[in-house]
């Protein structure tokens, strides 16, 4: 897990402590580059941020809005990164922030409000920042993204609780608006799903009305296991894979390797595949494939997915 990024990382205007720095003097340091102005009154060294990744970045934005409104919960968007909940999304720059039913909801200074009728319903703390739940968060998100995101975060985080404990939080909460949003999301989701991409291929998939692929199938040859395959149509013999293509790039997932070592290692393992007794055929996509606009359909019925 990447180091934790929190409060301790601000410098700080505390407007309620006399003794708090010179807000000239932070002003002075930021035009002069050494410090990253995030929100009024809430820096962070310059070199710090630029070390930083995006979900980061994001974390540190929370703790930021949290100094500066004790009364705010992080919640939405925000409460994802903080549950490192992947996302589709690249960051707007903007905080989401659970508030009172008497405060509103719209956006200002920086801050997405969102009005709640009880404001300390499915809470926890998470880096130092208190934020919705893990379960929370996931409806918020269901309730309130596109289809392909809210289930990116459902598939994710039904690998931490259960359906059950979710729908348990809905009943709970009981939305006057979303549900229907909500339960479509629940009754799609999918914990065997690898990864945002995989999960949003299902979505792509499953909108162009492609046969549902069985998920994580076990191959196996006189070897013993080959692997888990990320989709498998065993009517049109038929291997999906993702690939996410960070195996080739982060140091803990390469685990001592060379990239060119991972891309041999996965010519084997493709060799085993279709070496197996059915001799069944691979398609591979990538990233770019699921942000061309029905690329990835196009791709699966060129190779021989039936649809519905």
Partial sequence: MPPVVGADSLLVLRHRNRTA???????RRAASGELTRLRSGAYVARAV????????????????MTEQHASYRASHRTAGALWRIPSLHRHDGVVDARVTAAAGSRTEHGVRKHAVRDIDQHLAVVDGITCTTIERTALDLAATES??????????????????????????WNPVRGRRR??????????????????????????????????????LDPDGLIGLVDFWWPGANRIGEFDGLKKYKEAQLLAGRSPGDVVAEEKVREDRLRATATEPAVSRW????????????RQLVAAGVPRR
Avoid at 157 to 168: A, M, Q
């Fill in 21 to 27: 720095s010179d807000p000239r003097a932070l002003q």
């Fill in 49 to 64: 941020w630029a070390t930083l990744r995006a979900e980061d970045r994001r974390r540190l934005e929370a703790a930021a």
């Fill in 147 to 172: 289809f392909a995101e809210a289930v990116v975060a459902l598939d994710h985080v039904l690998k931490h609780v259960t359906e059950s404990r979710l729908h348990e939080v809905l009943e709970e």
């Fill in 182 to 219: 909500i339960e479509a999301v629940l009754a799609f989701a999918d914990a065997r799903s690898g990864s945002a991409g995989e999960s949003w291929s299902r979505v792509q998939i499953d909108e162009a009305g492609l046969v549902a692929p069985m998920l994580q199938e076990p191959f």
């Fill in 286 to 297: 990538i990233w770019r494939t699921l942000l061309t606009g029905g690329a990835l359909a």
